[in-house]
């Protein structure tokens, strides 16, 4: 490949990487056609792009994006892919999906609300982590829960005092 060709590829790597919030680096080595293509095809319906990259290159794109990644640089060996996710548990429960049926893909690391992840062993922390989505409707939820106990108790209050009333006027 030639020089400009690399730095084409690497320029339009960075941009893509740059127009997501969230991205995962993982081993697919081994899986064979079939499973692969079903990987992307889940992958797409979740809006989750699925890279395969060179690891120099990737590297090289990741000193163009803002921020530091170094710590990912252990991982970058072997066999990467890359899957990019604006949500950013997505990646993370597709990969526990399909590692439960076929031991791939294999979580290398992965950058995550602005916290880096190197190692298999991340996964559940990172399938745990809640969308910006889920932690409004939490909060929704907890700010609703007072509000429904004050009704509640002023309804079964009203039905005591009517009751303790109504045994009153019959004696």
């Excluded at 090289?60 to 899957?83: H, I, P, R, W, Y």
């Amino acid at each position: 490949m030639r020089k400009e060709d690399k730095n084409t590829l690497i320029q339009s790597l960075a941009e893509t990487i740059k127009s997501y919030a969230h991205f995962y680096v993982v081993d697919i080595e081994g899986l064979n056609a079939e499973v692969t293509s079903k990987l992307r095809r889940e992958s797409f319906g979740k809006e989750v792009k699925l890279l395969v990259v060179k690891n120099s290159l990737l590297k090289k794109a990741l000193e163009q994006v803002e921020g530091d990644f170094t710590e990912l640089n252990a991982a970058l060996k072997g066999n990467t892919a890359v899957m990019l996710s604006n949500v950013g548990n997505v990646p993370a429960k597709l990969i526990k999906a399909f590692a439960a049926e076929n031991e791939k893909p294999v979580l290398k690391g992965a950058y995550v609300e602005q916290s880096i992840y190197v190692g298999a062993q991340n996964l559940e922390a990172l399938v745990s982590i809640k969308s910006k989505e889920e932690l409004i409707g939490d909060i929704v939820a907890l700010l609703q829960s007072p509000a429904k106990n004050v009704v509640s108790a002023l309804q079964s209050g009203a039905n005591t005092i009517h009751g303790v009333l109504e045994t009153l006027s019959k004696k």
